[in-house]
């Protein structure tokens, strides 16, 4: 049985959880090391039991307490050499890595147990950035996050998800509207940014395909978009194709402070 689940998913910080009946890795660490043993535990589930943690990038809110978890937990942290670069440089990270740092390359999968971890190339501003594909039994679980548009290689893995946690960071209107400094806002849309609620519905409808079971939005901004809004805008492009949510392909958007329920994948199920 696959689990995942969403430890915060946000601007303040990311943290994702996926795993089997008897261990498991995290994405990303950009909450409080006690946040994460917390929300861990309320699931029965030990930092002994978190085999790895894999980056996406370097910027605080997915590498907050990354060299506690390292260094102080002994837990091996997975992320290219540009990342790991980029942690070693960031002010906000004050336990730097050691030990436990691990390099690894885009495209080249990671074995970890039963898992098949492959990382691939993501558009953003930040050192570098990978979104990452899990295989695991007839899973393949797919973490795209912080994606400043959708190129060729990231609609590749998007497409053979059969679980798939995906940005809608913002409203459009809302982010033209909201008190955003220009500069800030040219930022977010240039391409290098985050997607907005649109581009992420109108990729889902017309790549729909029924081996994809789940979808949860994720990385949702605290100004510029509301989970509500998010979670209508992608429902109503997947009516305009025939797609039922609910029937057809479940959809949850993630809040951004408050873990989700644990979500169980029955591989019979697919």
Known sequence: MLQFLSLASGSSGNCYYL?????????????????????????????EQIMAVFITHDHTDHVKCVGSIGEKYGIPVYATEAVHAGIEANHY???????????????QPVLIKDFKITAFDIPHDATDCVGYLVDYAHHKWVLATDVGHISEIVAHYLR?????????????????????????????????????????????????????????????????????????????AMRQYGIRIGK???????????PSEMYLLDVNNL
Do not use: Q
């Not at 261990?23 to 994460?36: Q, S, V």
């Not at 997607?195 to 109108?202: D, F, G, M, P």
């Not at 057809?248 to 408050?258: G, H, T, W």
């Open 248 to 258: 057809d392909v479940n959809l949850v958007a993630l809040k951004r402070a408050v």
């Open 160 to 236: 053979v998800a059969n679980h798939l946690v995906i940005e809608t960071n913002y409203d459009r209107e809302m982010l033209a509207n909201g008190n955003y400094p220009p500069f800030l806002k040219a930022r977010i849309m240039n391409g290098n940014g985050h997607l907005c609620n649109s581009e992420t519905a109108e990729f889902l409808a017309a790549n729909f395909d029924l081996h994809l079971k789940n979808i949860w939005l994720c990385h949702l901004s605290k100004d510029n978009n509301h989970p509500d809004l998010a979670y209508k805008t992608v429902e109503m």
């Open 19 to 47: 795993g089997s009946d008897d261990y498991g890795i995290l994405f990303d660490a950009g909450i409080g090391i006690r946040t994460i043993k917390k929300v861990l535990k309320e699931h029965r589930i030990g930092l």
């Open 93 to 107: 990270v004050s336990e730097k890595l050691h030990t436990s740092r691990r390099i690894i390359e885009k495209e």
